[in-house]
Nanobody, 126 residues
């Protein structure tokens, strides 16, 4: 399984970006897809996830109300719409897919995800 993320770039504070990720090699009838990010010198942080069985979405506190995750498990795609971007959102963003139907709290942990994209850089200037 290979994940390809795209959509990163440079944007001014207050602007928007949309990240996309497509998985090739399998489809996902269960599990979830999510986004994590890692800023220089910091640990990887949970951003958002969507569960395939009920389409419920969950967000990290720092992005709640600004970011929206969506996806299509039949197409093995997941997107992240990022609005009202702030300089502190600057990071490498990684998409990831999980095969197992974990509870929502467990999906905040990167260890639950089986497949990872290569990362796409988002830079927000002030």
């Amino acid at each position: 399984v290979q994940l390809q993320a795209s959509g990163g770039g440079l944007v001014q504070a207050g602007g928007s970006l949309r990240l996309s990720c497509a998985a090739s090699g399998r489809t996902f009838s269960s599990g979830a897809a999510g986004w994590f990010r890692q800023a220089p010198g910091k640990e990887r942080e949970f951003v958002a996830t969507i569960r395939w069985n009920n389409r419920n979405t969950y967000y990290g506190d720092s992005v709640k109300g600004r970011f929206t995750i969506s996806g299509d498990n039949a197409k093995s795609t997941v997107s992240l719409q990022m609005n009202s971007l702030k300089p502190e959102d600057t990071a490498i963003y990684y998409c990831a897919f999980a095969k197992t139907n974990y509870i929502s709290s467990a999906l905040r942990d990167s260890i639950r995800y089986d497949y990872w994209g290569q990362g796409t850089l988002v830079t927000v200037s002030s």
